[in-house]
């Protein structure tokens, strides 16, 4: 038998998706390649220099800082396409360690299933629960193509919508533990 992939997908993919969102990311592909994911895409109206192949930890992060602060300021433009933008593993810790801080803080509302984050997390869900191995997919229009190996080494193919992965967002959102209540200190 097989080992199962490590990858815990969902983290992966969820923490990536928060990445990509910050760029208001229209479509992309993402491929697995020697241990790094890499994107490339097509971005919404915001004015951003071109990405090209480089080493994501300073580029990208940077280039999020300064997207993150002209949204506010800044809604037209052209649309940009990037490629080559790599994400090794420390920028994953980097943006799960973010996320993680985002949606624990008491101001934080529920998962949105429509996000590309979480949809990207459902289908990391998926590839975790079927041990499969991520090879590539691409979202275009809402519409989302897996390739990946699954447990008998053949090559897979599988297309999906937001609406396709309610039910394991249901599912999910079932398992998460109850927020903690407020005991009372004595003096109410």
């Not at 991520?134 to 275009?140: A, E």
């Not at 809402?142 to 937001?162: C, G, M, R, S, Y």
Request: contains cysteine; glycine residues 6%.
């Amino acid at each position: 038998m097989k080992p199962k992939p490590t990858a815990q997908y969902q983290n992966v993919l969820r923490a990536i998706g928060q990445g990509l969102e910050i760029l208001e990311v229209k479509s992309f592909e993402l491929e697995v390649s020697d241990g790094y994911y890499l994107a490339s895409g097509k971005c919404k109206n915001i004015k951003a220099p071109v990405v090209q192949q480089r080493s994501l930890a300073k580029s990208f992060l940077s280039l999020i800082r300064k997207v993150d602060k002209k949204k506010t300021t800044q809604t037209s433009g052209l649309p940009f396409h990037f490629s080559g933008l790599r994400f090794a593993r420390s920028d994953i810790e980097l943006l799960d360690r973010k996320g993680k801080v985002l949606r624990s803080s008491e101001n934080s509302s529920p998962p949105n299933p429509q996000s590309l984050s979480h949809i990207l997390r459902m289908l990391g869900t998926y590839l975790d629960h079927h041990g499969s191995r991520l090879l590539r997919l691409s979202w275009d229009q809402q519409v989302i193509t897996l390739w990946h190996i699954n447990t008998q080494d053949i090559e897979a193919k599988d297309v999906f919508t937001p609406s396709n992965l309610y039910d394991l967002w249901v599912h999910q959102f079932k398992k998460r533990k109850p927020l903690r209540v407020s005991k009372p200190t004595g003096g109410d």
